[in-house]
């Protein structure tokens, strides 16, 4: 059991269709029998890369070598719809996974053309870290999409602030990326090479993604599952901190307005304080300079 995360154009959709189609991969000749395996009721219908292809948490289930894998594929966080888009999201994701018992890893996908953590990148490490218990923050696996290998990549793992050990770092070039851009070209009648030399590029893809894929499932069977109970209770927690702080905020508001209103109050009254003094320093002062003559007659003075 896993949980399936990534921001918006990660390329985390693509994943998901590879991990549903694992049992075509491994015979991957059969190209016409691979499928979409999205709920197509979730989905929005839009183009725009920036706006989550997936809008609910969907719960999938399959077989593969015998082995039954489910699978939590989530709204992509980061989604230009808003910070308040992605709070609902995250509220989505705990209710679902608590449902499901346990996981036993978190894959994390990532461009790996991204040359720096960005603004939406952050966000969703931040989300999930504020979510999720420390045990299942310890395995988390990261899956750098649009990257063949660790040569080619632009991205730091370093810059996640997740301690993601070498052997959970995985690289990926989709094949199903390749089949969508083969498809589009016959469809307009521009592709430059034969559909059978295609044919042959995409099935080698396929084979090198089947390999990562298997590697990667082999390092997650190892480990113990993470119980989802916890979830719920550190996501109530952080929604009652964040209330909490929202009522600190607003009383500490109000009472920088009070100050400011005695403020006011006491500078009104050290201003008439000191008109008064200075008033009375007028009064007391004044003097007068008066001239006196001893001769019988007026002088220049008077």
């Not at 289930?61 to 808003?82: A, H, M, Q, Y």
């Not at 320093?281 to 001239?291: L, S």
């Amino acid at each position: 059991r896993i949980l399936l995360l990534g921001a918006t154009g990660s390329g985390k959709t693509s994943l998901m269709n590879l991990l549903a189609n694992l049992d075509l991969v491994e015979n991957v000749a059969h190209l016409n029998e691979l499928q979409s395996f999205h709920d197509l009721q979730y989905e929005t219908g839009v183009q725009d890369a920036q706006r989550s292809q997936t809008q609910m948490p969907s719960v999938y289930e399959f077989t593969w070598k015998n082995r039954k894998i489910i699978v939590v594929d989530t709204p992509g966080l980061g989604d230009t719809s808003g910070p308040q888009k992605d709070k609902e999201h995250v509220k989505n994701i705990v209710e679902t996974v608590s449902a499901i018992e346990h996981i036993k890893a978190v894959v994390l996908v990532v461009n790996g053309t991204t040359v720096r953590l960005d603004i939406q990148l952050d966000y969703v490490i931040q989300e999930l870290k504020s979510i999720l218990p420390k045990e299942v923050v310890d395995r988390f696996f990261l899956v750098e999409t649009f990257a063949p290998d660790p040569i080619m990549t632009a991205f730091k793992p370093s810059v996640l602030g997740l301690d993601i050990p070498d052997n959970r770092i995985f690289y990926i070039e989709n094949a199903f990326v390749y089949l969508q851009k083969v498809q589009e070209r016959q469809a307009k009648g521009a592709l430059i090479v034969s559909t059978d030399t295609a044919g042959k590029a995409i099935i080698k893809k396929f084979k090198e993604n089947y390999e990562m894929l298997e590697s990667m499932f082999d390092t997650i069977e190892k480990l113990d599952p993470s119980y989802t109970d916890k979830f719920m209770e550190l996501f109530n927690e952080k929604k009652a901190i964040e209330n909490a702080l929202l009522t600190a905020m607003a009383e500490m508001r109000a009472l920088n307005d009070k100050k400011r209103e005695i403020d006011n109050t006491v500078a009104q009254i050290r201003a008439a304080h000191s008109e008064a003094e200075l008033n009375r320093a007028f009064r007391t002062t004044k003097t007068e300079r008066v001239f006196k003559s001893t001769k019988p007659h007026w002088n220049t003075v008077c």
